[in-house]
């Protein structure tokens, strides 16, 4: 969890108190600083425009999902790291599995309902922001849905495993499909900014990963 001093806050839907932290200028500046062209700034910052919307709509997913089955929501936080919705009460395994699922179903709906409103606007400039979230929150949903801690992808894999097996053999499969994500994320950050130029913030925590899989603590 993010403990930076926030930079201002405000009530969301539902009540829930959404804080945006310090860090969210930097993720800004890493964005608009990739683009030198004057001309390409306006586009630069509708970019981080629509992914902390984009990252902010997620957050509220995973806090409906809490809502609807009691769980009171205390924050929805915005930094330089993405987002995370903290709630005020320990939650079972099933109640995590909405909960979790809740972010990428957003993302996805984001994607589907831009897709099929770009190909019938005439202009330019809603064409391209509708075409930037649909790809934008497809890719959000795709990259939440690996396998690796803290992403909902590994939470929901661990939740997954918790239903057929042990608890602590559980916690155990999740660390060592971790540790191997691990071991891969090098050469594809390499690959990825070999083939198209990106380059990932996030780095999946190989200690995290360790303790759960040698001593099973999630």
């Not at 495993?161 to 994320?185: D, E, S, Y």
């Not at 390499?190 to 995290?208: C, E, H, K, S």
Request: hydrophobic share 55%; aromatic share 16%; with cysteine.
């Amino acid at each position: 969890m993010s403990n930076e001093t926030p930079l201002f806050q405000f009530q969301g839907p539902w009540n829930v108190p959404v804080q945006v932290n310090q860090s969210l200028i930097f993720l800004i500046l890493i964005i608009v600083g990739f683009n030198f062209d004057p001309d390409s700034l306006p586009y630069a910052l509708g970019f981080a425009a629509i992914l902390i919307v984009s990252i902010l709509l997620h957050e509220l997913g995973h806090a409906w999902g809490c809502l609807i089955q009691g769980v009171p929501v205390k924050r929805v936080v915005l930094y330089g790291g993405g987002g995370f919705c903290e709630h005020r009460r320990s939650t079972t395994s099933y109640e995590d599995e909405l909960i979790v699922a809740m972010g990428p179903i957003v993302n996805l709906t984001l994607w589907a309902v831009c897709s099929l409103l770009e190909p019938h606007v005439k202009s330019p400039d809603l064409g391209w922001v509708l075409a930037v979230t649909a790809d934008l929150n497809l890719f959000l949903a795709l990259f939440n849905m690996l396998p690796l801690m803290p992403l909902d992808g590994g939470r929901l894999f661990h939740a997954a495993l918790n239903r057929f097996f042990k608890p602590q053999t559980a916690t155990r499969i999740a660390g060592f499909v971790g540790i191997i994500g691990f071991l891969l994320w090098i050469p594809m950050m390499i690959f990825a900014y070999v083939a198209f130029g990106f380059i990932f913030i996030f780095f999946p925590p190989l200690m995290r990963h360790w303790h759960m899989f040698r001593y099973a603590r999630y």
